[in-house]
């Protein structure tokens, strides 16, 4: 009686052991699982992060390149402006010559020196 007495609580205390261990093992596996969580909500958090950066690197390239744009267009519209200016003013000075008090009008066969030099320019003659 004593040895199966003895028997029995080896038999509980194996059953304790066991189911201590089971109990660890589990409480390990959690821990695991939730360091794996962990881990991979900190990738998650770092890839919305450098999305966030590029997204935030392409819009400010993208206003970059919008300002170069609009600076670009005010520049050729300006050099635009100022070219017009000189051609009427070429134009004006050439109508002035043409026109001026006893000098002969232009023939496509016979023009004038502001005539000829309005042509060299690429200006329609009068």
Avoid: F, W, Y
Avoid at 17 to 44: D, P, T
Avoid at 59 to 84: I, W
Avoid at 85 to 90: L, P, R, V
């Amino acid at each position: 009686a004593e040895a199966a007495a003895r028997a029995a609580a080896e038999a509980a205390e194996a059953a304790r052991a066991a189911v201590s261990r089971v109990a660890a093992e589990e409480e390990e596996r959690k821990a695991a699982a939730a360091k794996g969580s962990e881990h991979r909500a900190a990738e998650r958090r770092a890839a919305v992060a450098a999305a966030r950066t590029a997204t935030q690197e392409a819009e400010a390239e993208a206003a970059r390149k919008a300002a170069e744009a609009v600076e670009a267009s005010a520049a050729a519209r300006k050099a635009a402006a100022v070219a017009e200016a000189k051609t009427g003013e070429a134009r004006a000075a050439k109508a002035e010559l043409c026109v001026a008090p006893g000098a002969a009008p232009c023939t496509p066969q016979r023009r004038c020196l502001a005539c000829r030099l309005a042509r060299d320019i690429g200006m329609p003659p009068t």
